[in-house]
C-alpha cells in the first residue's frame, strides 16, 4: 500500500516541473521584454516563476508604463503577461500573471524563513545552458525593514543579477536580488520575497498610483465577492481606458458569473459612452440572470433609455430601439418585479417627459405618501401640477411640503427648492412669504455669489410687500452688478420709477440723467424726468421734457402736459 502511495505521490508530483534539483534551479528563471504602445522595447531584465500557477516575480521599474511584457524561458519559449497582481514603486517589486503552460514549469516556492548574515544562498539567473547551476551569494548584511528584510549581498551589482532569486539551502527563495543604487557600489541588494508575495489588489487599488502607471489590466480580487464587485464597480467609474475597464469586468463575470449586478453597472458605463447596444445585451444578461436585482435591472434600463433620448447623444437615430415607450415599459416592469417607491419616481419622470402630466403628478404622490417621500419628491410633484393646470393653492402647498422636508440649517443642495418656492409664491402675490424665501436664499448662496436679477427679482417682490426701502436698496445693487449697458439702463429706469413713486424727486431726476447719458432717445425716461419735474413744481423744465418724451413717441404724454402746463 505505501508503494502505490508513494508512486500516485510521484505521478502528481510529476505534472508540474518544481525546481528541486541544482540544474533545476536556473531553469525557473526568465528574461522580461516589456513594451511601450508602439510596440517598442521599453525595457529587458530577469523574473522568476513562483508557485504552481505560472505567476512571476520582477523588478517594477521595467513594467512602468508598458501596455505588453512578454516572459521568456530558457528554452526560448515565450508566454505573455496577463495581469498585474500587485506592484509597489517603492519596492521595485511587480508580481503577475502569465499565460505560460503551468506543466513541466520550473517554479520556485517562497521561503518561510529569513536569511542571516553570514549565510551562504543560491543564485540562479537566466541561461539557456540546459545544465548551468546557479551562483553562489553570500549574506553581508539583514536589516528589518516593514515586518521583512533588506539584505545587501556579495553577488556582483550587475544587471544580469537583477530580478533574480536568491535560495536558501532548501531551493526556496528567500529574497530578489535589486540594483544597488549607492555610487561605486560593487556588491548587489535583495529585498525580502514575502514583500512580493503582499502585493494584491483591493477595492482601492483604482487609487494606487503604481497600478496605474504600469498599463496591463490588473487582476481582479476573486477571495472575496463584495471586494471583487467593489474594485471593478470603481473601475467602471472611473476614467481609465476602456479596455482595462471592460477586461476587469469580464474577468469579474468570469469569476462570479452569477452576479447580475455588475450588468447593470456595466450598462451605465457603456451607455454613457453612447455604446446602447452593448448596454442593452449587458441589461439582458442581467435579466436573464433573475434574482433580487432585477428591479433594479429594469429600473436601469428605463432610466438610461430615458437620459439617452432627453440627451439625444448620438443623435436622435442612435439605437432606435430605445424610445420613451420602452423606458415607460421597463420602469413598470421594475415596479411590477419589486414595488418600490423610487420606481415610482423614475416611471413619472418619463411620463413627464412624455407630457403625461397628470399621471406623472399621480405617480410622484404615490411616493409623496410614501416612506421615501423628501424634498425632490414633493418638488416633482408641484411641478407635475403646475404643467397640468392644477390649483396655485395645491402647488404651494406641494411646494411647502418640500421646504419642510429639508435639513436645516439649509445647505446649498436647499437653494433651488427655496428659490422655486419664492418664485411661486410671487406669482400667487403672496409677496411677503416670497421675499422671506428670497432672503433665505441670499443667506445660502452669498451675496457675492448673486447676479443683477436676483436683486431685481426681490426687489420686485419687495414692492408688492410695501418694502420700500429694501426695494432701493436691491435695484442699486442690481444696477452695480448689471452685466451690461443695457440692463444697467433697465436697472436704472426700474430705480426712476419706484423713486418717482415714493418721492424721492431729486434721486429720479438723477437717475434719469444717467439713463439719457447712455441713450438719448428713450422716450419712457424724459416722461418720468418730466413727472419728476412737475411735482417740484419746475412746469417749465416738466414741459420740456415732455414735449422731448413726446417727439420720440412716449405713451400718454398729453394728459401730463395739461397737468403741468405753466
Not at 521568456?72 to 502569465?98: E, H
Not at 421597463?330 to 402630466?357: C, D, N, W
Not at 439649509?410 to 433651488?416: E, L, M, Q, S, V
Not at 417749465?540 to 402746463?565: D, G, H, R, S, T
Request: charged fraction near 20%; charge should be negative; proline fraction near 3%.
Amino acid at each position: 500500500m505505501k508503494k502505490i502511495n508513494i508512486l500516485l505521490l510521484t505521478l502528481a508530483c510529476g505534472m508540474t516541473a518544481f525546481a528541486q534539483k541544482p540544474a533545476d534551479l536556473n531553469k525557473a528563471v526568465a528574461s522580461i521584454i516589456t513594451y511601450d504602445a508602439k510596440g517598442n522595447v521599453l525595457n529587458s531584465t530577469n523574473g522568476f516563476f513562483i508557485g504552481e500557477s505560472g505567476e512571476v516575480i520582477a523588478p517594477y521599474q521595467a513594467f512602468k508604463s508598458a501596455v505588453r511584457a512578454d516572459v521568456i524561458n530558457w528554452q526560448g519559449q515565450q508566454s505573455q503577461v496577463l495581469r498585474v497582481v500587485g506592484a509597489s514603486s517603492s519596492y521595485d517589486l511587480i508580481r503577475v500573471t502569465t499565460d505560460v503552460p503551468t506543466k513541466k514549469l520550473n517554479y520556485l516556492t517562497a521561503s518561510s524563513t529569513a536569511a542571516t548574515q553570514g549565510q551562504t544562498l543560491q543564485l540562479p539567473y537566466y541561461t539557456t545552458e540546459k545544465k548551468a547551476l546557479p551562483e553562489s551569494t553570500t549574506i553581508t548584511s539583514a536589516s528589518p525593514w516593514n515586518n521583512h528584510y533588506y539584505y545587501e549581498v556579495s553577488a556582483p551589482n550587475e544587471e544580469r543579477f537583477v530580478g533574480c532569486p536568491v535560495l536558501d539551502a532548501n531551493n526556496q527563495v528567500v529574497a530578489m536580488i535589486q540594483k544597488n543604487v549607492l555610487k561605486d557600489a560593487t556588491t548587489a541588494c535583495a529585498i525580502d520575497v514575502n514583500f512580493a508575495l503582499d502585493l494584491n489588489t483591493s477595492a482601492l487599488s483604482i487609487f494606487s498610483n503604481d497600478l496605474n502607471d504600469v498599463l496591463i489590466p490588473k487582476l481582479v480580487p476573486t477571495t472575496n465577492e463584495d471586494d471583487a464587485f467593489s474594485y471593478v464597480y470603481m473601475m467602471l467609474h472611473s476614467q481609465l481606458a476602456p479596455e482595462f475597464v471592460l477586461t476587469a469586468s469580464d474577468d469579474f463575470i468570469a469569476a462570479f458569473p452569477n452576479n447580475a449586478k455588475i450588468y447593470a453597472e456595466r450598462a451605465i458605463y457603456q451607455a454613457a459612452r453612447g455604446n446602447y447596444a452593448e448596454a442593452d445585451a449587458d441589461l439582458n444578461k442581467g435579466i436573464a440572470l433573475g434574482g433580487s436585482a432585477l428591479g433594479d435591472l429594469y429600473n436601469t434600463r428605463s432610466s438610461l433609455i430615458y437620459n439617452k433620448v432627453i440627451n439625444a447623444e448620438g443623435g436622435n437615430d442612435a439605437y432606435p430601439a430605445w424610445t420613451l415607450e420602452s423606458a415607460l415599459e421597463s420602469s413598470r416592469q421594475a415596479y411590477a418585479t419589486s414595488p418600490q417607491p423610487i420606481y415610482l419616481i423614475q416611471e413619472g419622470h418619463v411620463l413627464f417627459s412624455m407630457q403625461k402630466y397628470q399621471e406623472a403628478y399621480e405617480q410622484f404622490q404615490k411616493v409623496n405618501a410614501s416612506e421615501l417621500a423628501n424634498a425632490q419628491s414633493f418638488y416633482y410633484a408641484a411641478n407635475a401640477l403646475e404643467h397640468a393646470n392644477g390649483e396655485e393653492s395645491q402647488i404651494i402647498a406641494l411646494l411647502d411640503s418640500c421646504v419642510a422636508h429639508l435639513k436645516t440649517p439649509y445647505n446649498a443642495d436647499a437653494a433651488p427648492y427655496i428659490f422655486a418656492r419664492a418664485q411661486r409664491l410671487d406669482n400667487a402675490g403672496q409677496h411677503r412669504r416670497a421675499t422671506a424665501d428670497y432672503n433665505e436664499y441670499e443667506k445660502i448662496i452669498g451675496p457675492s455669489n448673486l447676479n443683477a436679477y436676483f436683486y431685481f427679482l426681490r426687489m420686485q417682490s419687495e414692492l408688492g410687500s410695501r418694502m420700500y426701502q429694501q426695494a432701493l436698496d436691491d435695484i442699486a445693487t442690481a444696477i452695480i452688478r448689471a452685466a451690461s449697458t443695457d440692463e444697467k439702463k433697465e436697472y436704472l429706469y426700474q430705480q426712476a420709477v419706484l423713486q418717482l413713486q415714493v418721492k424721492l424727486l431729486d434721486e429720479c431726476i438723477t437717475s434719469c440723467e444717467q439713463i439719457i447719458a447712455i441713450d438719448s432717445n428713450d422716450g419712457e425716461t424724459y416722461k418720468i424726468l418730466g413727472i419728476a419735474y412737475g411735482e417740484k413744481g419746475n412746469k417749465a423744465k416738466a414741459n420740456q421734457n415732455l414735449l422731448k418724451a413726446k417727439e420720440l413717441k412716449a405713451e400718454n404724454v398729453e394728459a401730463l402736459l395739461e397737468k403741468y402746463k405753466k
